[in-house]
């Protein structure tokens, strides 16, 4: 199993180079590790090796048939290290996209080609100088690429909401770009179970889903020491990005979700870009 993995490893990570450096330095890394050395050269394929395209077909060909697991590691849009981590003993092969990075925005349609190498960061600050998906391009199990129409609704559906991984491999996404305001409004506001969090989270279930599309709202939930008595505590943290102004802001939470209590004070203003440092 050693060789499959090694060769999709170089065929992803050091694509771009022409040099043999990466790959001397890998072996090197690898001679540490294992005690038979000796044999490491001749379980690695680089691209510089006369018998590493087929092989790396055969290989990626069989995965499944030697009992690896495929990982899909893309811009790290999901929690870190899921992709390249396991809690159970089962070898896996990670496909790394790191190489497929670009985002390219058609000002004039209003829409973007992502794909899916870029991190969150990137796509952000390519969307601040100039989403809603509306298009992919993904590679299948029988080793085709398809877009929306090719591959038809229901699994267009599906990598929407179940993950690209999961359904094949998404090369790029293509976004509806959405007009923002040039300041919007961001706030936190955290309550323990002492300040009346548990009835807050149940009428935020019951208010978020109507609130106007102007406005995001979301709810983490931490351990924290409470501040009367210094013993541990629940706290729901209220966190919300707003599409325009603290005093647009104000009059619709007082209608919408008065029993937070939200105040000027609770507010900032800035850039929608910077919103998405803002915690």
């Keep these: 199993m050693f060789p499959f993995l090694i060769v999709v490893l170089f065929s992803l990570s050091w694509k771009i180079s022409d040099s043999t450096q990466p790959a001397e330095e890998f072996l090197h890394c690898l001679s540490l590790r294992f005690h038979n050395s000796s044999s490491i050269s001749e379980l690695v394929y ?79 600050y390519e969307i601040a100088k100039r989403n809603n998906v509306i298009d992919a391009r993904l590679i299948d199990v029988k080793e085709r690429i398809l877009d929306r129409k090719s591959m038809g609704e229901d699994l267009f559906w599906a990598i929407r909401g179940g993950g690209g991984g999961s359904f094949g491999v998404v090369l790029a996404w293509k976004l509806n770009l ?36 102007e406005i995001h709202m979301s709810i983490g939930i931490s351990r924290v020491k409470s501040n009367e008595n210094e013993k541990m505590t629940i706290q729901a943290s209220f966190r919300a990005v707003f599409l325009g102004s603290i005093d647009e802001l104000l009059p619709l939470m007082e209608e919408k979700f008065p029993q937070l209590g939200i105040v000027k004070e609770d507010c900032f203003e800035m850039g929608w870009a910077e919103s998405n440092l803002y915690s």
């Design 46 to 124: 680089t691209q510089h090796n006369s018998s590493y395209s087929s092989v790396l077909k055969s290989s990626a060909q069989n995965f499944r048939k030697h009992g690896l697991q495929l990982r899909i590691r893309s811009g790290v849009h999901d929690f870190e290290g899921l992709s390249y981590t396991t809690t159970y003993e089962v070898p896996f092969v990670v496909i790394d996209l790191l190489n497929l990075r670009s985002v390219r925005i058609n000002v004039e349609k209003g829409t973007a080609w992502v794909e899916s190498g870029a991190t969150v960061g990137e796509l952000y």
């Design 178 to 213: 959405v007009a923002v305001p040039a300041i919007v409004t961001v706030f936190t506001v955290s309550k323990t179970l002492e300040q009346n969090a548990t009835k807050l989270v149940h009428r935020w279930q019951y208010i978020a889903h109507k609130l106007p599309k």
